[in-house]
């Protein structure tokens, strides 16, 4: 699968859970959270996922003392339009300084030239809106142009909020929340497959409430996986479009979660959900 002309494997890693809790401030274990990141590209990961409001700051400086200098090939993609405050709130950072500053933070704290891609996180918590981003589009594609994105994305946005981004910049990814049991956004499943655009969803095992279902766990029991594998391969089998960023702070769950990759699910399984 293709981010435009990045080439990426189907199951990369999503580095948000490297921080401390709540997503906020270092981790408990440091040398286990490099420990994950160095594994992941040891197992053919070249997809990571990140952004500079995750601790904040925190994730993109254990990704480069990790990581740096990066192997070839490896794709870094981070997200701006939100911040932290003291207390750990998440909060908006959508006005056009705002996001001219997150993008530089990213630049600093994973010490690169220009950021492989840059998703625009818009939306609520509980989802897209139908807020309009043109300016804040704009203002990512004044970036792209200058040299210092090469390419652009979004996250948590409607299909409407796509069209607006295209007719300003191409899109090469949508990052929205789906996933086995979590379904509302389909038609942008398809949308973005019918358009070559990646589809990577986030909390793909369920977010912060692990996916729980007995359909899950009768398919596992059949293929001797874990329900988690089972999740994941089923988002693999959904779309071609789709890209996996599963995370995790832990060797062993990363590498539960790259085998799912080779878990093929017969047309039963696929018809139990």
């Given at each position: 699968m293709t981010m435009a002309n990045l080439k990426v494997?189907?199951?990369?890693?999503?580095?948000?859970?490297?921080?401390?809790?709540?997503?906020?401030?270092?981790?408990?274990?440091?040398?286990?959270?490099?420990?994950v990141l160095r594994r992941a590209v040891e197992l053919g990961v070249n997809h990571i996922d990140t952004s500079d409001f995750y601790g904040p700051h925190v994730v993109n400086?254990?990704?480069?003392?990790?990581?740096?200098?990066?192997p070839e090939g490896l794709v870094l993609v981070t997200k701006v339009g939100a911040r932290r405050d003291d207390q750990a709130n998440w909060l908006p950072a959508l006005a056009p300084q705002e996001l001219r500053d997150a993008v530089h933070d990213n630049l600093r704290n994973l010490a690169v030239d220009a950021l492989d891609v840059v998703n625009l996180r818009v939306?609520?918590?509980?989802?897209?809106?139908?807020?309009?981003?043109?300016?804040?589009f704009t203002v990512l594609?004044?970036?792209?142009?200058?040299?210092?994105i090469k390419h652009l994305g979004l996250s948590n946005a409607s299909a409407t909020?796509?069209?607006?981004?295209?007719?300003i910049a191409p899109v090469?990814?949508?990052?929205?929340?789906?996933?086995?049991?979590?379904?509302?956004?389909?038609?942008?499943?398809?949308?973005?497959a019918a358009q070559g655009i990646a589809y990577v969803p986030f909390f793909p095992l369920g977010g912060f409430t692990p996916l729980q279902d007995q359909r899950l766990t009768e398919v596992a029991e059949r293929h001797g996986a874990t329900r988690h594998?089972?999740?994941?391969?089923?988002?693999?089998?959904?779309?071609?479009?789709?890209?996996?960023?599963?995370?995790?702070?832990?060797?062993?769950?990363?590498?539960?979660?790259?085998?799912?990759?080779?878990?093929q699910l017969s047309q039963e399984d696929i018809a139990a959900f």
């Open positions: 494997n189907r199951i990369g890693y999503g580095a948000m859970q490297l921080a401390g809790p709540a997503v906020f401030g270092p981790p408990a274990d440091r040398d286990g959270a490099l420990a400086q254990l990704i480069r003392e990790a990581l740096h200098p990066y939306g609520v918590h509980g989802g897209p809106d139908e807020t309009p981003i043109e300016e804040q594609a004044e970036l792209r142009e200058q040299g210092l909020q796509l069209k607006e981004a295209q007719a090469v990814c949508v990052q929205n929340m789906y996933n086995l049991m979590q379904r509302a956004d389909d038609a942008m499943v398809d949308e973005c594998q089972v999740a994941l391969a089923w988002l693999l089998h959904r779309s071609p479009a789709i890209l996996l960023i599963p995370g995790t702070s832990s060797v062993g769950h990363l590498e539960e979660n790259l085998a799912s990759g080779g878990l």
